[in-house]
């Protein structure tokens, strides 16, 4: 039987030793018998495995000769012994006794939550960034709905990640967790913000191709919206996010990754729409309420053309 007060940390990781081993040093601080870590090795080369077996023996270690993408999370989560189970990037800071006991209150106060996000800040800061809640910025701090998951700080409920099913691995990055949580919510369960639980994002260049962005971001808008969007939902939100991430690429020089991904993307639609689920009614009322509070167009673009190592996610 799963021990309902355990709670599994599932950590993704590559080529960022020293990032990884200060956020297991912080984890491992907090000394709560209840907890476990599980950190899967994505291919990295730069000695993070043998770092991280030396320093932290007690910590379940899952060594992959290359990167796998999502599909090195779902390994994680699929070792995970807890009722609850928090996912974060090997990058994130700040994570303690307070932001556990957030989590612990959060699921028990809400019997059909599937999932919660968190707040992610500057670390040291509660300056707020990696914002993708169709919320403004200076929301962050309360709760509310949403269908948005930043998969590197969100925890989740093994019993909805178990009916909903894992990541899927074909998308690799970016908007897998949109994707999860559609099933989700066409599962039956919740998904919110929590403002009380607040974590910080060490952003790390390593690991992190310039292009690789630029392309899943744009590849993947294809995919997430003909396995389950309705066809005049689908193309607003293929207008929107093909046009900005063209803005963006243009702007970064990454141009050719886009026009990559656009190709790539259309490809790949007529094989897809085999495996399509359109949303039950539950989660289109949920999606529609949430867009309701989509602040304005003025107020995105000022957000998002000032800001660089966005992600659409």
Not at 224 to 232: E, F, I, S, T
Request: glycine share 8%.
């Amino acid at each position: 039987m799963t021990d309902q007060r355990r709670v599994s940390f599932v950590i993704l990781t590559c080529n960022r030793r020293a990032a990884v081993l200060r956020l297991v040093d912080q984890l491992e601080a907090i000394a709560d018998p209840d907890i476990e870590v599980i950190v899967v090795d994505n291919g990295s080369a730069d000695g993070t495995a043998e770092a991280l077996a030396a320093a932290h023996p007690g910590v379940d270690l899952v060594v992959l000769p290359e990167n796998r993408g999502v599909g090195a999370r779902n390994l994680g989560l699929a070792r995970a012994t807890g009722a609850l189970v928090v996912t974060l990037d090997d990058d994130m800071v700040d994570f303690g006794p307070e932001q556990l006991a957030a989590v612990r209150r959060a699921f028990a106060e809400a019997p059909r939550l599937g999932a919660v996000t968190f707040t992610v800040t500057w670390p040291g800061t509660r300056r707020v960034r990696d914002w993708v809640h169709r919320r403004r910025i200076d929301q962050a701090g309360e709760r509310f709905s949403t269908y948005e998951l930043t998969e590197g700080a969100v925890a989740f409920r093994c019993e909805a990640l178990a009916e909903a099913g894992p990541y899927r691995e074909d998308f690799f990055i970016s908007h897998e967790g949109l994707e999860l949580a559609y099933r989700l919510l066409d599962a039956g369960w919740d998904i919110v913000h929590d403002g009380r639980i607040v974590v910080g994002h060490d952003h790390r260049r390593e690991g992190r191709p310039g292009w690789r962005r630029f392309y899943y971001d744009t590849r993947n808008l294809f995919w997430v919206a003909v396995l389950h969007q309705p066809v005049g939902y689908a193309s607003g939100y293929l207008a929107r996010g093909l046009g900005s991430m063209l803005v963006y690429s243009v702007r970064d020089g990454h141009v050719l990754a886009w026009l990559r991904a656009v190709r790539d993307g259309l490809g790949r639609m007529g094989a897809l729409r085999r495996e399509r689920t359109p949303w039950t009614a539950r989660t289109r009322a949920w999606i529609e309420e949430a867009d309701r509070h989509r602040p304005g167009f003025l107020y995105l673009a000022r957000k998002r053309l000032a800001q660089k190592d966005f992600s659409l996610d």
